[in-house]
């Protein structure tokens, strides 16, 4: 589904991405890890054509993307939901999934009304669709920014962070979408520090450290030593 080879990015004169290779196959969810810093935010970002690379490859469903911009990523059918969420603060829930409807592939996965599908993983937005997204707690801001992300249809769901700042009660519910998503056919590439959230998801892992993968593997064969030496603060 999706392939990274050799990816090397910088911000001017400093490189933060140094030959990263990876692998989400169809259908799995893929956990990033690392501690802050290491560069996962920026992979996600050059993944998605938000940043420019320096060398290397991103092939997705057999198609190399260089070059290719943002919006045609996620024509192609790469969703994005990004740390801090970023949705619309100023219009209410209905026009922000009016907006993911906007960007809705033709010929995606799923059939019937797709609201329906997002207003079942997260019933609670069904009941704000009058409210500001400014106006949300955290939590339904993030079950609002998935559900515009997916009602655009995406094949692989790249998601930055999601439980960070987010109650319990609503980390379950978006941990039950994830599930769902993914016996959807969904691929995702999740970055996550809550490594329980990570273990009960994820099916393989990789580790990020300075810039670079450092370990990868089934998320079941993660060790203690390595959760203290590249994860622990």
Same mark, same amino acid.
């Given at each position: 589904?999706?392939?990274?080879?050799?990816?090397?990015?910088?911000?001017?004169?400093?490189?933060? %991405?140094?030959?990263?290779?990876?692998?989400?196959?169809?259908?799995?969810?893929?956990?990033?890890?690392?501690?802050?810093?290491?560069?996962?935010?920026?992979?996600?970002?050059?993944?998605?054509?938000?940043l420019?690379t320096?060398?290397?490859?991103?092939?997705?469903?057999?198609?190399? %993307?260089?070059?290719?911009?943002?919006?045609?990523?996620?024509?192609?059918?790469?969703?994005?939901?990004?740390q801090?969420?970023?949705?619309?603060?100023?219009?209410?829930?209905?026009?922000?999934?009016?907006? =993911?409807?906007? =960007?809705?592939?033709?010929?995606?996965?799923?059939?019937?009304?797709?609201?329906?599908?997002?207003?079942?993983?997260f019933?609670?937005?069904?009941?704000?669709?009058?409210?500001?997204?400014?106006?949300?707690?955290?939590?339904?801001?993030?079950?609002?920014?998935?559900?515009?992300?997916?009602?655009?249809?995406?094949?692989?769901?790249?998601?930055?962070?999601?439980?960070? =700042? !987010?109650?319990?009660?609503? !980390?379950?519910?978006?941990?039950?979408?994830?599930?769902?998503?993914?016996?959807?056919?969904?691929?995702?590439?999740?970055?996550?520090q809550?490594l329980?959230?990570?273990?009960?998801?994820?099916?393989?892992?990789?580790?990020?450290?300075?810039?670079? !993968?450092?370990?990868?593997?089934?998320?079941?064969?993660?060790?203690?030593?390595?959760?203290?030496?590249?994860?622990?603060?």
């Open positions: 589904m999706l392939e990274v080879r050799g990816l090397n990015v910088a911000y001017g004169e400093s490189q933060v %991405l140094w030959d990263v290779s990876l692998d989400v196959p169809a259908g799995s969810v893929v956990c990033l890890m690392g501690r802050n810093g290491v560069g996962k935010t920026t992979l996600l970002k050059s993944i998605m054509g938000l420019p320096r060398s290397g490859r991103v092939v997705f469903d057999g198609a190399h %993307l260089a070059g290719r911009r943002p919006e045609e990523r996620a024509a192609c059918g790469i969703g994005y939901v990004p801090g969420r970023e949705i619309f603060a100023g219009l209410t829930v209905q026009e922000n999934l009016r907006m =993911g409807l906007l =960007g809705a592939r033709r010929g995606g996965k799923g059939g019937g009304d797709p609201l329906e599908a997002v207003f079942e993983l019933p609670k937005l069904q009941t704000l669709l009058g409210r500001k997204g400014g106006v949300l707690s955290g939590g339904e801001q993030q079950q609002l920014a998935i559900a515009r992300v997916l009602l655009a249809r995406p094949k692989l769901l790249l998601m930055d962070e999601p439980t960070e =700042g !987010i109650q319990p009660s609503v !980390i379950e519910q978006i941990e039950e979408a994830i599930e769902r998503i993914r016996n959807q056919g969904i691929s995702v590439l999740l970055v996550e809550y329980e959230f990570a273990w009960r998801l994820a099916s393989t892992y990789a580790i990020m450290r300075k810039g670079t !993968i450092v370990s990868t593997g089934a998320t079941k064969d993660l060790r203690e030593d390595m959760v203290r030496q590249h994860l622990t603060v």
